[in-house]
């Protein structure tokens, strides 16, 4: 899977400009807040339909302008495929494939696999469970169209539980109709638990040998899926928790509340791990994503990578540099480093700087 070019129209602080992209190394690099990491932006949101910063269609249109396109040309398994993306500040996001206009924007998910590896996700080991749900769900909607649609109608069903909770207390009599929700819940939840469980033991398969390599040989890596419940007994903790749940107007229980834990040596890393030990679980991680797109689709996604080299230290870098030599590659950075030049073949080099882009090789 490659990008063949990017056209943006009032896009973030693009007026207009149009990138043509070798299928090998391409290098953006400029002072910060000129508009590299918008670039990457636009590429993952033709993947995703969304930005990976969250911003939502009208924060990412042009100031003072009420609209924004994307137009971008990928080559999937040498077929061209044209995706058209029509933000709009007071409508949904419009949506077309060679032309022709999708109903639903999750329909394009799957078509082009992408993978951001930024600063922040080496943060992703340390942080919030949530974050390692996001992280989870982002992957997993891009390679299976049955978890995108249950994760999407558990997700309403979790917000229509949770209107109808703060509804009881001025409706008690509402209360009986909480069975039909919780019938709901457990159905769709159930599967997204499942899903989840096979999809950490695919990481898991090769994950290992990635860590064990970059650590020297010194440290074992093991992905533990903590779900919220266990589905032989996600019903009767729903009745148990109802009471809670009324008085808090939320839904305590289900695979919105799961975790994954990142072992290193059979230790918590994100409890006992030192910062080197995170940092490499994440990159693992990432490198591993990689590595399960190729084996699930037969294609290798598109890397970008956002001003991340600079975060980690020489050992690191040379074991990522090294992965990525047969993968479409686009890479931000504040300047063309010493260590770039030397260790990695670079095809494209674009200077972006106030909304601008230039070639410069």
């Known amino acids: 899977m490659i990008i063949k070019s990017l056209e943006l129209s009032d896009y973030r602080n693009y007026e207009s400009v149009v990138i043509k992209f070798d299928r090998g190394i391409n290098i953006l690099y400029g002072d910060n807040a000129q508009g590299k990491t918008n670039i990457l932006e636009a590429i993952y949101l033709c993947g995703t339909t969304r930005s990976h910063r969250g911003n939502k269609d009208k924060e990412i249109i042009r100031f003072e302008s009420e609209e924004s396109h994307i137009r971008a040309l990928f080559d999937k398994n040498n077929v061209d495929y044209q995706i058209d993306i029509h933000l709009r500040k007071d409508k949904s996001k419009g949506i077309a494939i060679n032309g022709v206009k999708l109903k639903k924007a999750a329909e394009l998910l799957g078509l082009a696999n992408i993978i951001i590896f930024s600063p922040e996700d080496l943060s992703i080991i340390k942080n919030g469970p949530s974050d390692r749900r996001r992280f989870v769900d982002a992957e997993l909607c891009q390679l299976d169209k049955v978890y995108l649609y249950n994760l999407t109608n558990y997700n309403k069903i979790v917000n229509q539980r ?192 106030e909304g601008t882009v230039k070639r410069e090789n």
């Open 162 to 353: 949770n209107n109808l909770l703060k509804d009881i207390l001025i409706h008690p009599e509402l209360r009986d109709t909480l069975d039909v929700w919780d019938n709901q819940l457990v159905n769709i939840g159930s599967k997204i638990i499942e899903r989840r469980k096979i999809f950490v033991d695919q990481l898991n398969s090769i994950i290992a040998g990635i860590h064990k390599n970059i650590s020297g040989g010194r440290e074992d890596i093991n992905i533990v899926y903590e779900p919220n419940i266990d589905i032989e007994g996600y019903e009767e903790k729903l009745k148990r928790h109802r009471e809670k749940d009324i008085r808090y107007k939320l839904t305590s229980v289900g695979p919105h509340r799961d975790d994954f834990i990142f072992n290193i040596n059979n230790v918590d890393t994100k409890k006992y791990g030192s910062q080197g030990q995170q940092r490499t679980a994440a990159l693992s991680l990432k490198l591993a994503e990689i590595k399960l797109v190729e084996r699930l689709t037969g294609s290798t996604p598109i890397l970008l990578l956002d001003d991340v080299l600079s975060e980690l230290d020489s050992n690191r870098q040379n074991y990522l540099l090294n992965s990525i030599k047969d993968i479409q590659t686009i890479v931000t950075c504040t300047g063309l480093d010493e260590f770039i030049n030397s260790r990695i073949e670079i095809n494209k080099i674009f200077n972006i700087s």
